[in-house]
């Protein structure tokens, strides 16, 4: 049977999920070898490709997935990440709000900002009055985590709002991006 190389972009793998648990470590059927792009040229695919080629119309669908029971008020895997019972790498955290490396970073610098207690904030667009301290405190600590990541000069906050936005974790986070030039517009 002909082998197939498949070149791919760590980023598109890992959000494949039919090849998760195959990556790297395992040779598929019919796959000779897959190459893996660096990541600097993974993260020059827009998050709007990301969202909308084929190979992560998975991530469409588990946003839309994610979007039928965001307000269920059911733990997300933020929490866990809270709790400390599932490791994440910590780079900032206060009483109210904790900052850690995205698992599938978009830059060489990618930090998730997240409250500690939830309190409703399943996305940004339900907020209301009284989440206005914690909405701040949010984004001043990307300032500092901007600061302490050697970014400040340069760096992006990004929110996704719903499934339409790709969110998929309904706990509300800030994204801080950077490390490289950015383009724009985003995807
Ligand atoms: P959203 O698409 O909802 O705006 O962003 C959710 C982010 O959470 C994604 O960038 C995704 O990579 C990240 N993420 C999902 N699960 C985990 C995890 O278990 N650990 C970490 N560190 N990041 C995660």
Redesign the pocket.
């Known amino acids: 049977m002909a082998s197939t190389t498949l070149t791919t972009s760590f980023s598109l793998l890992w959000r494949c999920r039919a090849l998760r648990g195959h990556a790297i470590s395992k040779p598929l059927p019919g796959i000779s070898s897959i190459h893996i792009l660096r990541p600097s040229t993974a993260l020059l695919l827009p998050r709007r490709f990301m969202c909308h080629s084929a190979a992560s119309s998975n991530e469409e669908a588990a ?1 839309k997935a994610a979007a039928d029971t965001a307000d269920s008020g059911a733990p997300t ?1 933020f929490d866990k ?1 809270i709790a400390k019972e ?1 490791p ?2 910590i780079v900032y955290e206060d009483e109210k709000v904790l900052a ?5 970073p ?1 830059a060489p610098v ?1 930090v ?1 900002i997240i409250p500690k207690i939830r309190d409703g904030l399943t996305q940004l667009g339900k907020a209301e009055l009284r989440h206005a301290d914690i909405l701040g405190h949010l984004l001043f600590a990307a300032k500092l985590v901007a600061e302490k990541e050697g970014i400040v000069d340069g760096f992006r906050v ?3 709002n719903g499934a339409e ?5 309904y706990h509300l ?1 800030l ?1 801080v991006i950077g490390g490289r030039q950015l383009k724009w517009p985003p995807g």
């Open positions: 946003a895997i990440i599932i994440s790498t850690f490396r995205d698992i599938n978009q990618h998730l990004v929110i996704n936005a790709c969110q998929s974790v986070h994204h």
